[in-house]
């Protein structure tokens, strides 16, 4: 689920506060940090601050993450704060501009994010702009963010979060090769946890 791309697991992972430098040096050489069928996963640059603000301020992209659309001012300031991660020595989370490699301009179509809980276990998710919804790109970029995780960063365990009425995404989860280990209650919400460990 990747609330505000900051999502934790409770009694399934103890987190840890940083990653480990070999995740890190990944991040700060490659700007490109795996391609799919027809996806990039990239850094996000200054340029796709509009549909950054787009997607984050879409009441229906934000309703399972925040609850609601984000202003403007607050899209900026995480908008930085994610660009200014790329930068930082050690960092517990990447997260990811997605575009369609057919592109050439290389607009965003959403993002996607990798958290480190622990020294064996990360936290994915993903979002995209409403009018790219319906695509298949959820379960694409899934499918790489699992890839990614495993071989590159050298994970043992993925997971997810998802909110059990969040159907769309659920359904993603299913057709994926995680499996469902859990549900918990979150404020009157059921959270559904799968998993994928190597």
Do not use: H
Request: net charge negative; charged share 30%; glycine share 6%.
């Amino acid at each position: 689920m990747l609330v505000s791309w900051a999502g934790t697991i409770p009694k399934l992972c103890d987190v840890q506060p940083l990653l480990t430098n070999t995740f890190q040096e990944k991040n700060e050489v490659n700007l490109l940090y795996f391609e799919t069928e027809r996806l990039v996963a990239r850094q996000l640059e200054q340029k796709d601050f509009d549909e950054f603000n787009e997607m984050q301020g879409n009441s229906k992209v934000m309703k399972y993450t925040v609850g609601r659309a984000k202003t403007r001012e607050e899209n900026k300031s995480e908008f930085e704060n994610i660009i200014s991660g790329y930068f930082l020595s050690e960092t517990n989370r990447i997260v990811m501009g997605i575009s369609r490699k057919s592109d050439e301009t290389s607009s965003l179509v959403g993002a996607c994010a990798v958290e480190k809980l622990d020294l064996e276990c990360v936290e994915v998710g993903y979002r995209f702009l409403e009018k790219y919804w319906g695509n298949g790109f959820g379960l694409e970029v899934l499918e790489g963010l699992l890839t990614y995780s495993l071989l590159e960063l050298g994970a043992k365990e993925v997971i997810a979060e998802v909110y059990k009425e969040n159907i769309n995404s659920v359904r993603v989860l299913e057709k994926s090769y995680m499996d469902f280990i859990k549900e918990y209650t979150e404020e009157k919400s059921i959270v559904q946890v799968y998993g994928l460990k190597k």
